[in-house]
């Protein structure tokens, strides 16, 4: 599953996805917990067995095949169902336990008698149910009609309504399973490790489309209704689930042996262009690195619109938003990129996920992680111009700043109960902490002989379960590592290393260094060792090769003292690294040379240290000014962001103006190479640049950039070709920034007259980023107005967003007045978002006990572990105000 915009599809998105513009995610200052290393490690999990793995339904009777027969009732909001299972009795058993919820069985039958009682309890989601008389072991057959609900939230069967620009209306059914509320459409053994075959039957509207995880094998009509019948799925978990039905259209492409449909709202269809021919791509590609051809007749990628954020990898049937798959005319680059790495993050599940799953919720990262990891491989390979890997680098950083806490979780979570499954989606550990332990360690071992772990796993597990042991039991096979030993801490242990550098040089000016570890904390870090096996990427100089090593206690020999060096190069390590002052000098002094991987950890690690309090802030200025006019997106992305916070946090002190000044000089360079428009040789990533560039120095008062971009929008309003897709956030957002009622009311003209979701969420989220209180006052009227369509609900959220990061106080009102509303495509995910997301979005909006009031009055008791990490970062980020208000200060006296 992907969730987007809580955060888990991008980058820096635990925090950006309300927060566009600068204010990285933010970590602990309270250290309530003891650090992780002094902890003994938890002990490896063993390899999977069906037996032995958690979960709260006894093992005794196992599902093999439903035959599940649901009657949705739209206008009742009501679902009638009848259902057969075919059970195997493995030991002498009088009652059967499994998952409902809002349900009502009746008739139920056992072998076709009577059964003694039957018994549902919503509050812990079971169903009971007595025998006449103890059943033997072997094959039994459970028969019951029940009635349940369709909910109006992504959480099973749901209901989702829609209204397009140009008058197409209606409303069309999906699911939403994952984690655990398949029993909320069917009662069922709803945990992962009980994998059984679905046959599903469900009676629409004549004239639907139908759509499950297998093509139809029947329709039968009658009257107004029809009845679609699906052909049997393979052994599979009740999570991976699918159906959607409603007035759909579609493209199809084949793959192989395997058909693929793009599927949307019926007129909306021709928008999955793009998407089909991505899916072809993929597809074709990973039958090839998993080895193992895809195995199910069809896979379909429908398009929900609005009813929920992200996108679902229902094994032959994935869901998405309808903003990660549809990209209709005068989309953006950016688009295009989310709907690729999304594709390729839910078809990686087609295989680990859906053929191969995880035995219990504490092991998702087996399907998250790695999806994760595998869609970025996929999407910079097939892409080379998005130089994709450096952009997944802001994903890594938010996972590292939200592992620096002290109290952040491990990969690794034991899981005992519905809330916790959904709350194990953590975008920053679970997604984004584990695809860079996985990309670490694939390029420790090789991509290659990684791979051939990776098929070993997949041939081993497939159509069952597994845990962490299998894969690592797998990868030390196809490598000859011990890969537990290696990688075990990684999942099991919170945190991450800081790698103390120390060199001494010898009187023929040869280098020798010795490195020590500790965890690195938010806080600044502690004192105690720690013992992370840390597969280390060295380079000496600003070329060649970068040698692998393993962390030793051991003096590394590493060239001559007048050499940069990189312990982390290419970027590509989960772990910081502080040079001691003579190194990072010549770092200093050569850092417009090194390769651009370097650069990005050195800015990165630098960065961390200043806001940790381990380094002064000049020591990465001068890294950020010695960029000149190089182009390279990533590094000036992260520069520009480390400024923009700086930026902001300094609003309101006396050396606001003076830093920005600074601020403007230190992009003003790579400004000037890139120039307004897109030039030939440019590639799409230097173009994301310049739009960065622009939106920044924009952002912080160029008076010629305002001039530029009020020019370009003026030409716009004129003739919208004049104006590329991909250029309009940043000039709408400048001429925002700076607006006056005047040019508030054409930007509104220009939100009115949208033409699809894309434009729809363009140019009402310009609105939002007007600097004029009352303009701002309007925008969120507007946000809140029948102008939106019901499917935009995105839009409004990002609003909300903006409006926050400029006008905090009304930003807070709003979203705390209407955050039920705007969370609600979230699902069971919203009270995680609430819980530790919220405080470090709101941190400067309201004094902080009333924000943690607030969330506690929405969030179970029982996530107080997310709220105290939620409000940790929240005083983290105000502590890292007044440091940075304090440093920046300080340099401008200096300066002046
Ligand atoms: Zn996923």
Request: charged share 20%.
């Amino acid at each position: 599953m992907v969730r987007y915009g809580a955060g888990a599809l991008v980058t820096a998105a635990a925090i950006a996805w309300m927060y566009p513009l600068s204010a990285p995610a933010a970590a602990a200052s309270v250290d309530t917990t003891t650090p992780a290393m002094a902890m003994a490690p938890p002990a490896p999990e063993p390899a999977f067995s069906f037996d032995s793995m958690p979960g709260r339904l006894p093992k005794d009777v196992v599902p093999e095949r439903y035959e599940i027969a649901v009657t949705p009732q739209i206008k009742t909001m009501s679902l009638a169902g009848h259902e057969s299972v075919t059970l195997k009795v493995r030991s002498t058993t009088d009652r059967l336990v499994f998952n409902s919820l809002n349900e009502t069985l009746s008739r139920v039958r056992f072998d076709g008698q009577p059964v003694k009682s039957v018994a549902s309890d919503d509050e812990h989601q079971l169903t009971t149910v007595r025998l006449a008389r103890p059943a033997s072991v072997g094959s039994h057959r459970l028969t019951f009609d029940y009635s349940g609900k369709i909910e109006t939230r992504p959480q099973g069967l749901f209901l989702q309504p829609y209204a397009y620009p140009g008058g197409t209306s209606g409303q069309m059914l999906a699911t939403q399973m994952e984690s655990t509320d398949a029993r909320r459409m069917f009662p069922c053994w709803d945990e992962p490790a009980f994998r059984a075959v679905f046959e599903l039957t469900v009676t629409l509207p004549s004239g639907w489309a139908a759509l499950s995880n297998m093509p139809v094998s029947k329709r039968t009509g009658h009257g107004s209704l029809e009845t679609v019948r699906f052909e049997p799925t393979p052994k599979m978990p009740s999570y991976l689930v699918a159906f959607v039905g409603g007035d759909l259209g579609h493209l199809d492409a084949e793959s192989g042996a395997t058909k693929l449909g793009v599927w949307a709202v019926r007129g909306q269809e021709e928008n999955g262009r793009y998407a089909l021919a991505n899916a072809a791509q993929i597809l074709a590609d990973y039958n090839d690195y998993f080895g193992y051809i895809f195995p199910l007749p069809k896979l379909d990628s429908i398009s929900i619109p609005g009813g929920f954020s992200g996108a679902m990898e229902n094994w032959g049937a994935i869901t998405y938003m309808e903003e990660l798959l549809m990209l209709p005319p005068s989309s953006t680059l950016s688009q295009e990129q989310q709907i690729y790495s999304t594709q390729a993050h839910e078809m990686a599940h087609q295989w680990n996920g859906d053929l191969v799953t995880m035995g219990w919720w504490d092991d998702l990262w087996l399907n998250e992680s790695f999806a994760s990891w595998m869609a970025a491989k996929e999407t910079a390979l097939r892409n080379p111009s998005w130089q994709w890997w450096e952009q997944e680098d802001s994903s890594k950083e938010s996972a590292m700043r939200a592992d620096a806490q002290p109290n952040s979780p491990p990969i690794q979570q034991h899981v005992t109960d519905e809330l916790q499954a959904s709350n194990a989606f953590d975008p920053s550990i679970t997604y984004n902490k584990g695809q860079s332990i996985l990309r670490m360690l694939e390029a420790y071992l090789g991509p290659d002989p990684f791979r051939d772990g990776i098929r070993r796993y997949m041939k081993a597990h497939a159509f069952s379960n597994a845990t962490t042991t299998d894969l690592w039991t797998a990868l030390s096979a196809a490598t000859g590592n011990d890969v537990e030993r290696i990688a075990g801490d990684w999942t099991r242990l919170p945190g991450f290393p800081l790698v103390h550098v120390d060199s001494t040089c010898a009187a023929d000016g040869a280098r020798t260094v010795h490195l020590t570890q500790t965890r690195f904390l938010s806080t600044g870090g502690t004192a105690e060792a720690s013992h992370w096996s840390i597969p280390l990427l060295l380079r000496i100089g600003s070329h060649g090769q970068p040698q692998a090593q393993l962390s030793s206690g051991a003096a590394i020999a590493s060239g001559g003292c007048s050499e940069p060096l990189s312990l982390n190069a290419d970027a590509i390590g989960y772990y910081r690294v502080q040079y001691d002052a003579a190194t990072l000098k010549t770092n200093t002094a050569h850092f417009g040379e090194l390769p651009n991987g370097d650069r990005i950890a050195l800015l990165d690690d630098q960065w961390a240290l200043v806001l940790a309090q381990a380094q002064p802030l000049d020591s990465y200025l001068a890294l950020a000014s010695r960029m000149g006019g190089d182009l390279d997106t990533r590094a000036w992305q992260q520069i520009s962001a480390a400024l923009g916070t700086i930026e902001y946090d300094e609003r309101g002190s006396a050396g606001h103006d003076g830093f920005t000044a600074y601020a403007r000089s230190v992009l003003a360079p790579a400004f000037a190479a890139l120039g307004w428009d897109a030039k030939p040789g440019q590639t799409p990533d230097q173009e994301e640049l310049r739009r960065t560039l622009i939106s920044e120095l924009g952002s912080w008062g160029d008076e010629e950039v305002i001039r530029g971009a009020r020019q370009r929008f003026e030409a716009f309003l004129k003739d919208p070709a004049s104006l590329p897709a991909s250029d309009q956030p940043a000039i709408l957002a400048v001429v925002a920034y700076h607006a006056d009622a005047n040019t508030f009311e054409q930007l509104h003209k220009l939100a009115r007259g949208a033409k699809n979701l894309s434009e729809i969420e363009r140019f009402y989220v310009a609105l939002a980023q007007v600097r004029d209180p009352q303009l701002a006052e309007k925008a969120g009227e507007i946000a809140f107005s029948s102008e939106f369509p019901p499917q935009a609900v995105q839009a409004r959220l990002q609003m909300v967003g903006a409006l926050a990061h400029e006008h905090p106080a009304l930003g807070w009102r709003l979203f705390s007045a209407h955050a039920h509303e705007l969370l609600k495509s979230q699902g069971t995910f919203e009270v995680f978002v609430e819980a530790q997301v919220v405080p470090q979005i709101f941190w400067n909006s309201a004094p902080l006990s009333e924000i943690e009031a607030w969330v506690h009055g929405k969030v179970p008791a029982e996530m107080a572990p997310e709220v105290e990490r939620g409000m940790a970062g929240a005083r983290l980020r105000v502590s890292q105000k007044e440091l940075l208000v304090r440093e920046a200060d300080k340099l401008a006296r200096s300066k002046s």
